[in-house]
């Protein structure tokens, strides 16, 4: 008799990776780690993709264990088609519970096509109350309307700029986005800093990440630190 999901996932356990991973994954109880490397979750993935397990198994939510949440975001990571991609992100957003979740997402294989209406679709996510959907669309934000700019990047910074969270892994987000911006859309990120528009802490955060990047150059390094 084939395994199940679940239990293929069981039989990769690595007790070790479970004690590693449990301080890193600080919003899953420790109860619902199995401890399952993300390599050995990503070829489980390649293995069942397409198949009617896996099509089944992407409408059985909410998941026990935060490896069948991460194998079902990977699952949403290859799908090839947009709409069905949409169709599933609405159906686990809600389930999504670390960043480990949200963050193996970012780069959804059927967005290389449709970069402009996912990031449009990432200013909806941005407003949401449950902080790893407003996460994961601020992380969209980042990867495909930042390298891109215009009038859509420009509303991005005031939207996210503008949002106050006592999630720490949103706030996180939003330094991430500001500090890779000043990488790649300088003249645009820089006035957010000098007007002090995001709150102090991740005023803060923003400008340590940006310092410690290899991406921003020296001088802009120097700028920062005097903000």
Request: aromatic residues 12%.
């Amino acid at each position: 008799m084939a395994l199940s999901i679940l239990e293929r996932l069981q039989a990769l356990v690595d007790s070790r990776y479970r004690e590693f991973s449990a301080p890193l994954l600080t919003t899953v109880e420790y109860g619902s780690l199995l401890g399952v490397r993300t390599p050995a979750i990503r070829q489980l993935a390649k293995e069942i993709k397409g198949s009617e397990e896996a099509e089944s198994f992407l409408r059985q939510l909410p998941h026990r264990y935060h490896e069948e949440n991460l194998l079902h975001a990977i699952l949403i990571a290859n799908q090839s088609d947009y709409a069905t991609t949409l169709e599933l992100l609405t159906l686990f957003l809600p389930y999504a519970n670390s960043w480990a979740i949200t963050d193996v997402m970012f780069n959804c294989r059927s967005y290389v096509h449709h970069r402009k209406e996912v990031a449009t679709k990432a200013m909806d996510w941005i407003e949401s109350q449950h902080p790893y959907t407003c996460r994961y669309g601020i992380g969209v934000l980042m990867y495909h309307a930042m390298p891109q700019g215009g009038e859509l990047m420009e509303r991005a910074f005031e939207r996210i700029a503008a949002i106050r969270s006592n999630d720490y892994y949103v706030n996180m987000m939003v330094a991430w986005f500001f500090a890779t911006s000043f990488a790649q859309q300088w003249d645009a990120a820089i006035p957010y800093m000098e007007q002090h528009r995001l709150p102090e802490w991740t005023h803060r955060k923003a400008i340590r990440k940006a310092i410690e990047s290899y991406r921003v150059s020296d001088e802009h390094k120097a700028y920062l630190r005097s903000l």
